[in-house]
């Protein structure tokens, strides 16, 4: 026994205590993680599972009817689009948009003089002056078109892979452009008409369905060289020279009816049946008092309207969802 001073303060002491053992913390086990393998259709499942949600192809050209309503659908897009390249050419020069009808002017300067002075055609052929500015006229309009619609793909390359609408608006839209610089040019061609003694008569009348039907089968004209340029870019080196032959055939210069009944054969044939002579030779017997036509020339026109119109825009809507991708 341990003998305790009276003046001491004891403390007791506390027995050590093992440490309380740590909360066991149990988490929930995660589950384990199935791999299930990919569904795998059949092309014949996923067109019919396509087809279900209404999906299509990007790409994918679309039947005739539906390309043609996508068309009408932007029509006013083409059209504002006509309307703006049409004002911004030769925007940069000083007579500007006047330069779409000096140039055809100039050219009937210069065909003028080679041919009805130095050829003397003026003498032979009545009213020779207002004979050739319709010929010039009439067949630029067709030369434009040509060498535009060649060219409608291949200057739009950034439009045509950036935004989705029916590639035919492109060539449309150059007909459209040459169209409202024709409307300009009649204009001028009118007033020359009426100054070389000419007077207005019903036949006046038939020039708007001539230039409709030569509409036409511009348009047509414009589809095919804007796949065949598109494909093979060397066909519009060829085209000026072409088209300069085309001009010396169609009678642009001088009258073809002489020359067509001087061969009845098939030369002669060929030579009237030319579409690029049909519509000059229609607009002429409009506007010329002195001038006439065969009748038959308006089944020409009629023909060669529709024909190169059909054919030309199948053509091009066949190579639709290739345009662009080269």
Same mark, same amino acid.
């Given at each position: 026994?341990?003998?305790?001073?009276?003046?001491?303060?004891?403390?007791?002491?506390?027995?050590?205590?093992?440490?309380? $053992?740590?909360?066991?913390?149990?988490?929930?086990?995660? +589950?384990?993680?199935?791999?299930?393998?990919?569904?795998?259709? #059949?092309?014949?499942?996923?067109?019919?599972?396509?087809?279900?949600?209404? &999906?299509?192809?990007?790409?994918?050209?679309?039947?005739?009817?539906?390309?043609?309503?996508?068309?009408?659908?932007?029509?006013?897009?083409?059209?504002?689009?006509?309307?703006?390249?049409?004002?911004?050419?030769?925007?940069?020069? %000083?007579?500007?948009?006047?330069?779409?009808?000096?140039?055809?002017?100039?050219?009937?300067?210069?065909?003028?003089?080679?041919?009805?002075? =130095?050829?003397?055609?003026?003498?032979?052929?009545?009213?020779?002056?207002?004979?050739?500015?319709?010929?010039?006229?009439?067949?630029?309009?067709?030369?434009?078109?040509?060498?535009?619609?060649?060219?409608?793909?291949?200057?739009?390359?950034?439009?045509? %892979?950036? &935004?989705?609408?029916? %590639?035919?608006?492109?060539?449309?839209?150059?007909?459209?452009?040459?169209?409202?610089?024709?409307?300009?040019?009649?204009?001028?061609?009118? &007033? *020359?008409?009426?100054?070389?003694?000419?007077?207005?008569?019903?036949?006046?009348?038939?020039?708007?369905?001539?230039?409709?039907?030569?509409?036409?089968?511009? &348009?047509?004209?414009?589809?095919?060289?804007?796949?065949?340029?598109?494909?093979?870019?060397?066909?519009?080196? =060829?085209?000026?020279?072409? =088209?300069?032959?085309?001009?010396?055939?169609?009678?642009?210069?001088?009258?073809?009816?002489?020359?067509?009944?001087?061969?009845?054969?098939?030369?002669?044939?060929?030579?009237?049946?030319? +579409?690029?002579?049909?519509?000059?030779?229609?607009?002429?017997?409009?506007?010329?008092?002195?001038?006439?036509? $065969?009748?038959? #020339?308006?089944?020409?026109?009629?023909?060669?309207?529709? *024909?190169?119109?059909?054919?030309?825009?199948?053509?091009?809507?066949?190579?639709?969802?290739?345009?662009?991708?080269?």
């Amino acid at each position: 026994m341990t003998d305790i001073d009276p003046g001491e303060t004891v403390v007791p002491e506390v027995p050590e205590t093992a440490p309380a $053992p740590a909360e066991a913390t149990s988490e929930p086990e995660a +589950p384990p993680v199935v791999i299930t393998p990919p569904m795998v259709l #059949t092309p014949d499942e996923a067109e019919a599972l396509a087809k279900e949600h209404g &999906l299509r192809p990007i790409g994918l050209r679309p039947p005739i009817p539906d390309y043609l309503r996508q068309m009408w659908a932007r029509r006013f897009f083409v059209i504002e689009l006509s309307r703006a390249r049409e004002q911004s050419t030769n925007a940069d020069s %000083r007579l500007g948009q006047f330069w779409q009808v000096l140039n055809p002017l100039l050219n009937i300067a210069v065909y003028f003089l080679v041919f009805g002075v =130095l050829f003397k055609a003026n003498r032979t052929v009545p009213d020779y002056i207002s004979f050739l500015v319709i010929g010039v006229f009439v067949f630029t309009y067709t030369q434009q078109t040509v060498l535009g619609g060649s060219k409608s793909i291949a200057n739009n390359l950034g439009l045509v %892979r950036a &935004l989705h609408f029916p %590639r035919a608006l492109m060539p449309l839209s150059v007909v459209i452009e040459e169209f409202f610089t024709l409307a300009t040019a009649m204009t001028v061609c009118i &007033l *020359i008409v009426l100054l070389n003694h000419e007077g207005i008569t019903f036949a006046w009348l038939l020039l708007p369905v001539a230039l409709a039907l030569q509409t036409m089968f511009n &348009l047509g004209l414009a589809f095919i060289v804007a796949r065949m340029t598109e494909r093979v870019r060397d066909v519009g080196q =060829l085209l000026p020279f072409l =088209l300069r032959t085309w001009l010396y055939l169609s009678g642009v210069v001088f009258p073809i009816q002489p020359f067509a009944q001087e061969h009845p054969g098939i030369l002669g044939f060929l030579v009237s049946f030319n +579409p690029g002579a049909v519509f000059i030779e229609l607009a002429r017997d409009a506007l010329l008092s002195s001038y006439s036509t $065969p009748p038959i #020339t308006w089944v020409y026109a009629v023909f060669w309207a529709v *024909i190169t119109l059909t054919v030309g825009f199948v053509y091009f809507w066949k190579a639709e969802e290739k345009y662009g991708r080269g």
